[in-house]
């Protein structure tokens, strides 16, 4: 019997029964090259006719028009497009990766360009080594038209700022011009922001190693900011201003009080304000709950030693349950600084509920904590662009950075405008790439016009017919 399992016992023919066990019935056995123009981009001829259709191309031609010293190169406005294109794909940072770009005949009709329309990377470095020092102001206009293009759209009862300071971490670049040491220990580039609703409405770029609040920079970006406000969108909607405390300067609040903008801002504690405190009764403390954590707080007048002007101060400190306590460096202690229910021409615009609503002290700790939800802009914009900055000179990294601002606004508005049914509006460029931009697709050129295709899955999956009806009218951009 053992003789008979050895002689029918076969080991190359049982391995082989093994494989074919795991073979796949829809094997693929050759590849080829194909004549037909395909992409795997199909998501782009969303974003591309978004931007056709809320006339972006015209402001920047506007503005940027003059550039374009001879009829041989490309229009400004489809460099623009493309350069916006490239951010919104996001698969490369490099320039060069435009060359692959203009090779690529799926991803030139996927954006509506011909092959001869396609940009090369000396293109590119050309154009924006064209911009001088002064385009910052000129791209910061461009910033503020969109912001009140939406705020015409959104029409707000109230508008809630924050000023913050943005670094772009510049490291490991060889040698760039402006990448000085920042407070973040690392080397780079420095960004002034104000944000609004998840958009950067105003940025100034600078060096690295300038102050958050250096010279009468923030001064005049508000200034001029709550100025546009009020003259092309209402008189007297109340506006908010919430600053940390690298902010927390005289100047500052005096101007933003005399503005008659309401003011939220982190102080400094020094140790006559701790002494203060320490010293008020215990009955004096109320409780704030934000659901998910107890605030103890208490309310007092506050003026630095050679202030003139007393504001209100809100100090808030964790409310502990049971003997343990953490030391004063690690306690997360707050004072904050505030105008609101001391200048009641801050809310003198708005409804009986708004005016009630801003001045409540629970209102005020609530939007003060929301300062940590304003840096989600930063990590959204540094998702969706890049840190690293690729020109040696500062003029062209200028330009640069706010193309990618721009690019940037416009991808926050598409996603509230076209994808808010399939997507949530908060959602980071990653996201929003992997599943409503890289998925394959046709494009077909017919006597009638050009088609593209998808598969059965994504019409369905993404509502595309849907996006792409939405795509077709959103409200356009003016002035």
């Known amino acids: 019997m053992h003789l008979s399992k050895t002689k029918n016992y076969h080991p190359v023919s049982e391995e082989i029964m093994k494989q074919i066990k795991f073979k796949s019935k829809c094997k693929i056995n050759k590849v080829e090259v194909t004549e037909d123009t395909l992409t795997g981009r199909g998501g782009l001829a969303l974003f591309v006719r978004y931007l056709s259709q809320v006339n972006i191309y015209a402001l920047l031609f506007n503005y940027f028009g003059h550039l374009r010293r001879s009829q041989k190169g490309q229009p400004v406005w489809n460099i623009f497009k493309q350069i916006f294109c490239f951010f919104y794909d996001g698969t490369s940072r490099h320039l060069v990766y435009f060359d692959q770009l203009k090779r690529d005949e799926g991803y030139g009709a996927v954006i509506e360009n011909t092959s001869e329309e396609m940009v090369c990377s000396h293109q590119v470095k050309r154009f924006f080594k064209a911009f001088s020092w002064i385009c910052g102001g000129v791209f910061r206009r461009i910033l503020k038209r969109l912001f009140i293009w939406r705020l015409k759209i959104?029409?707000?009862?109230?508008?809630?700022?924050?000023?913050?300071?943005?670094?772009?971490?510049?490291?490991?670049?060889?040698?760039?011009?402006?990448?000085?040491?920042?407070?973040?220990?690392?080397?780079?580039?420095?960004?002034?922001?104000?944000?609004?609703?998840?958009?950067?409405?105003?940025?100034?770029?600078?060096?690295?190693?300038?102050?958050?609040?250096?010279?009468?920079?923030?001064?005049?970006?508000?200034?001029?900011?709550?100025?546009?406000?009020?003259?092309?969108?209402?008189?007297?909607?109340?506006?908010?201003?919430?600053?940390?405390?690298?902010?927390?300067?005289?100047?500052?609040?005096?101007?933003?009080?005399?503005?008659?903008?309401?003011?939220?801002?982190?102080?400094?504690?020094?140790?006559?304000?701790?002494?203060?405190?320490?010293?008020?009764?215990?009955?004096?403390?109320?409780?704030?709950?934000?659901?998910?954590?107890?605030?103890?707080?208490?309310?007092?007048?506050?003026?630095?030693?050679?202030?003139?002007?007393?504001?209100?101060?809100?100090?808030?400190?964790?409310?502990?349950?049971?003997?343990?306590?953490?030391?004063?460096?690690?306690?997360?202690?707050?004072?904050?600084?505030?105008n609101l229910g001391v200048n009641p021409a801050v809310v003198k615009g708005g409804c009986p509920q708004i005016r009630k609503e801003l001045t409540r002290v629970e209102s005020i700790i609530h939007s003060h904590h929301q300062r940590g939800a304003d840096e989600l802009p930063h990590r959204g914009l540094k998702d969706f662009g890049f840190e690293e900055l690729p020109f040696k000179r500062f003029s062209p990294n200028m330009a640069f950075f706010y193309c990618m601002l721009i690019s940037f606004f416009l991808f926050e508005t598409f996603k509230e405008d076209v994808l808010e049914e399939v997507l949530p509006v908060a959602s980071y460029a990653t996201t929003v790439r992997r599943k409503v931009v890289d998925f394959a697709a046709k494009i077909i050129t017919t006597s009638r016009g050009i088609i593209l295709k998808v598969t059965q899955a994504i019409m369905d999956n993404l509502h595309f017919d849907t996006l792409w009806e939405r795509c077709q009218n959103p409200i356009p951009i003016l002035g």
């Open 154 to 338: 959104e029409r707000p009862d109230k508008i809630e700022l924050t000023i913050d300071l943005m670094i772009l971490d510049n490291d490991e670049a060889v040698k760039r011009h402006g990448v000085k040491p920042t407070y973040k220990k690392v080397k780079g580039f420095g960004s002034l922001q104000i944000l609004w609703n998840r958009k950067v409405v105003d940025a100034i770029f600078r060096g690295g190693s300038k102050h958050s609040n250096a010279g009468q920079t923030v001064v005049n970006m508000v200034t001029g900011l709550v100025a546009l406000i009020r003259r092309e969108y209402r008189t007297d909607v109340p506006i908010i201003v919430r600053m940390d405390s690298a902010f927390f300067d005289q100047a500052n609040l005096e101007v933003f009080d005399r503005l008659n903008i309401g003011i939220i801002c982190t102080g400094k504690i020094y140790e006559h304000v701790k002494g203060y405190v320490g010293a008020l009764p215990e009955e004096g403390w109320k409780i704030y709950d934000n659901g998910h954590q107890e605030w103890e707080y208490v309310e007092f007048g506050y003026r630095y030693d050679s202030w003139k002007k007393y504001y209100r101060a809100i100090y808030t400190r964790p409310a502990y349950e049971g003997e343990q306590r953490v030391f004063d460096f690690a306690r997360p202690d707050n004072i904050i600084i505030t």
